[in-house]
């Protein structure tokens, strides 16, 4: 499991590369350059959470072209809103892959395992409203989408229960304001966390993930 910190690189460039990377978003891409010599796994959000800025948001993949160690950028999307992300993806997929980097399509409320592009994207990015997330929806396509292959990322996972959750249905990544925010009183903890055996951590894994 990698828990991805929005943070910036001279923040979290101590911690253990095997459970902590990188999140990029618009608003936060300084230092871009350390974080993708350093060698560590680093993904980037859309910002659509908070309004999507598509200059900062293009600005920011520009600085992240062709990076190896980059796991997934987000696709634009519409929280809570299948229908309105999709459209979205379509509007702008043949632009992100301009990048050469790794597709994130991002799960709504609505999404299912016959409407989302498995075969056109490299991840997915669970999203959409708490009961969503953590309903038999959005656990059928982590099954389906690790079946294929497929980075599977989680949002807003802030506690230690759902973080034992998301490993349960196959995540290999998550994101949380605790590990952004307040990253230097919860990473270590969680870290230590994942080290006391808890959760199914596989660093060999990450490693195979990171090279596809």
């Known amino acids: 499991m990698l828990i991805l910190s929005a943070q910036r690189h001279i923040k979290i460039k101590d911690y253990?590369?095997?459970?902590?990377?990188?999140?990029?978003?618009p608003d936060l891409c300084s230092g871009h350059e350390d974080t993708i010599e350093s060698g560590m796994l680093h993904a980037a959000d859309n910002g659509c959470f908070s309004g999507f800025k598509e200059k900062k948001f293009f600005n920011m993949l520009e600085r992240l072209r062709d990076a190896d160690n980059c796991l997934f950028i987000t696709a634009p999307d519409v929280v809570?809103?299948?229908?309105?992300t999709i459209k979205l993806y379509k509007q702008y997929s043949s632009k992100l892959r301009e990048y050469n980097l790794p597709i994130a399509f991002v799960l709504?409320?609505?999404?299912?395992?016959?409407?989302?592009?498995?075969?056109?994207?490299d991840a997915v990015f669970i999203g959409g409203t708490t009961e969503w997330k953590l309903g038999k929806m959005a656990r059928e396509i982590s099954y389906k989408a690790k079946e294929l292959n497929k980075w599977i990322h989680m949002g807003r996972v802030n506690s230690y229960k759902r973080l034992n959750y998301a490993i349960s249905i196959g995540v290999d990544s998550v994101d949380g304001m605790k590990y952004s925010k307040f990253s230097d009183t919860f990473l270590e903890d969680t870290?230590?966390?994942?080290?006391?055996?808890?959760?199914?951590?596989?660093?060999?894994?990450?490693?195979?993930?990171?090279?596809?």
């Open 108 to 121: 709504q409320d609505g999404s299912n395992t016959k409407n989302i592009p498995l075969d056109d994207i």
């Open 16 to 25: 253990d590369y095997n459970y902590v990377g990188r999140l990029f978003i």
């Open 80 to 84: 809570a809103d299948h229908k309105e």
């Open 191 to 212: 870290i230590d966390f994942l080290r006391q055996g808890k959760l199914d951590i596989s660093g060999h894994r990450i490693q195979e993930a990171s090279k596809g």
